[in-house]
């Protein structure tokens, strides 16, 4: 299966095999297929609230990956509540991949508050590529004292996308406006900075003192 070059960049991120994957909104489990296809996990988690979809993705589960090395399963229900306590880790080493994209900053935000809680009881690593409010985003991570593997700029089809791999086990720290991200002699990324400068200045009528800081943070990079 063929990805787009967004998912593609995600899927790029995977790099150790994990004990458990939840791919998370990931656009009708394209995702969540080539990681089981590839072997990235011994369970793969398939996690969408919308039923009839995910009633189509498990026939198809059924119709491919009947007999993968990999172990599958697809759970109709909201983010917020996955069942993490259900798949109990037996060592420290294990981990939990959770991967959320194609929703947007303020509803991927509810869901980090939900489940960031949960980082003293697993071990838990974030893959996530927000549509929009990607600072809203950073600020949730930083309040909750995550740290940073690697972030990426990309470009798609009109559409610029961050994407974060973070962990509360990581060292590097999280920046509000990015760091690693920036190629500041790329024209690309020029741009981007210039667009969401713009953005943020759009707002201000409306959000005063507090989008004027954020404003200042990307004008300082």
């Not at 790029?12 to 990681?35: A, N, R």
């Not at 838990?124 to 600020?139: A, D, G, K, Q, S």
Request: one cysteine or more.
């Amino acid at each position: 299966m063929k990805l787009s070059k967004r998912l593609q960049s995600i899927f790029e991120q995977v790099k150790q095999p994990y004990t458990h994957i939840w791919d998370c909104c990931c656009d009708h489990g394209q995702l969540g297929f080539k990681l089981l296809g590839k072997d990235k996990a011994q369970h793969v988690h398939f996690v969408d609230i919308n039923q009839n979809l995910m009633q189509k993705l498990e026939k198809k589960l059924q119709r491919y990956y009947q007999g993968s090395v990999s172990d599958w399963q697809v759970h109709c229900l909201d983010v917020s509540q996955l069942p993490l306590k259900n798949h109990q880790q037996s060592s420290l080493k294990e981990t939990h991949l959770i991967i959320i994209a194609g929703v947007g900053g303020q509803l991927l935000s509810t869901f980090l508050e939900a489940l960031l809680p949960l980082n003293a009881q697993f071990n838990i690593e974030f893959l996530i590529c927000p549509v929009h409010h990607n600072f809203l985003v950073r600020e949730t991570l930083i309040k909750h004292k995550l740290k940073l593997i690697n972030e990426l700029l990309i470009f798609e089809q009109g559409r610029y996308y961050e994407i974060l791999h973070v962990s509360s086990r990581a060292e590097l720290p999280i920046v509000n406006v990015g760091s690693m991200m920036w190629e500041g002699d790329l024209p690309m990324h020029q741009l981007y900075l210039q667009q969401t400068i713009a953005h943020y200045q759009r707002m201000l009528k409306n959000k005063g003192a507090e989008v004027e800081k954020i404003i200042k943070a990307y004008q300082a990079l």
